[in-house]
């Protein structure tokens, strides 16, 4: 509770607002006027509308002092971006690379891509693109296929052991060995298709750095 309380007084005073402004927003977001008298659900409430404005809370930085990406738009554009690290088309998974690339291909800042659905949309098919021209990934939308196999990280997945030379009929096999289920499973979790990534990822770099010695 107090961490929130103080969370919100940091954002008072980061975002330059008055005693009215404040108690006024307080009331509009909560009804309530103080914070000690809100729940805390509300009062992350008022966190969500204050970082919303701008607030930037420690906790978004990262160790070396760069802002974490936040937005509602930053984890699926996060998600793309490792996804073509593991693919081996980008050499650096960090924030800072994808800021780079996205401003060098769509002129779009970090705020922008990360909070405007039209700009991140923008952000998000550029990364696509490079995804399926360099990574072989297939983002064709089939409704009639099952639907494991229409999954982003199905998606990726594929396009990783293609590009390990894998045979088609040794993916099910090798995916589920990774992650330690039966052979025939195929209701994989979002969490566990990025760990059969991020190990299919790791040889591919290895072949890539193997293959430039």
Known sequence: MKSTIAAIHVAKKQ??????????????????????N????????????????????????????RLKLSGRFAGKL?????AGWNLGIF????????EA?????????AVRFCRDAVDARKAIEALKAILAR?????????????DFTQTDGHRVARAQWRKLGGAPAD???????????????????????IEVMNALG??????????AQ
């Open 202 to 211: 790791k040889r591919i770099r290895a072949a890539k750095k193997a293959g």
């Open 91 to 98: 050499d650096h998974r960090d924030d800072a690379a994808l």
């Open 171 to 193: 993916f099910w096999p090798v995916v589920t060995d990774l992650i330690d289920f039966d052979v025939l499973h195929r209701d994989f979790s979002s969490q566990q298709w």
């Open 134 to 146: 360099e990574g072989g990934v297939d983002w064709t939308v089939n409704n009639l296929a099952q």
């Open 78 to 82: 996060q998600a793309l971006w490792i």
């Open 38 to 65: 809100m729940t805390e659900a509300e009062r992350e409430k008022v966190l969500n509308v204050f970082r919303s404005e701008g607030f930037k809370p420690k906790a978004d930085r990262r160790p070396n002092g």
């Open 101 to 109: 690339f996205v401003k060098r291909q769509t002129g779009l800042d």
């Open 15 to 36: 975002l330059g607002l008055d005693e009215d402004t404040y108690r006024a927003k307080l009331e509009v977001i909560t009804g309530k006027t103080s914070v000690k």
